[in-house]
């Protein structure tokens, strides 16, 4: 339950970051679908897995 309370401020901090002219969540976005990175993968096991 901690994971998924840090994960929706992560978010909110990122869409409050977003209004900024560069687009931040976009480019992170970018690099999870390219680059596949392992943290990502544990991070939604770690989530669904609870």
Not at 12 to 24: F, G, K, Q, S
Not at 29 to 48: E, G
Request: hydrophobic share 60%; net charge positive.
């Amino acid at each position: 339950m901690m994971l998924r309370i840090k994960c929706f401020f992560v978010l909110l901090l990122l869409m409050i970051a977003d209004t900024a002219p560069v687009p931040v969540v976009g480019s992170i976005c970018m690099y999870i679908l390219l680059a596949r990175p392992r943290w990502f993968k544990d991070l939604v096991d770690r989530i669904y897995g609870e």
